[in-house]
């Protein structure tokens, strides 16, 4: 079971940034997908963005251009870059790995880390 621990988050005014890192137990070579998640009060927990292990990205529409996800596999980490942040990006950020191996698939999560954007 693969740790992984956020960290970064805290509080920051419409049109600033922060940068989320998360930090994994283990190697993460083998984790398919590292991304990053988010969940604001009384919402669903929604993916904001992936990267594979070979570097592709995805990004949910509400944060494209604004955000950056990366992550280097050779320190174990994964990092958010979030700029121009808006009061609506307000949420728990949750770092996530997930893949198969060997047939059998599995997903790892973070604790979180609070962001919130004041108007």
């Known amino acids: 079971q693969v740790q992984l621990v956020e960290s970064g988050g805290g509080l920051v005014q419409a049109g600033g940034y922060l940068r989320l890192a998360c930090a994994a137990s283990?190697?993460?070579?083998?984790?398919?997908?590292m991304g990053w998640y988010r969940q604001a009060p009384g919402k669903q927990r929604e993916l904001v963005a992936a990267?594979?292990?070979?570097?592709?990205?995805n990004y949910a529409d509400s944060v494209k251009g604004r955000f950056t996800i990366s992550r280097d596999n050779a320190k174990n980490t994964a990092h958010l870059q979030m700029n121009s942040l808006k009061p609506e990006d307000t949420a728990v950020y949750y770092c996530?790995?997930?893949?198969?191996?060997?047939?059998?698939?599995?997903?790892?999560w973070g604790q979180g880390t609070q962001v919130t954007v004041s108007s």
């Open positions: 990267i594979t292990s070979g570097g592709s990205t």
């Open positions: 996530s790995g997930w893949g198969s191996r060997l047939g059998a698939a599995f997903h790892y």
């Open positions: 283990e190697n993460i070579f083998s984790i398919n997908v």
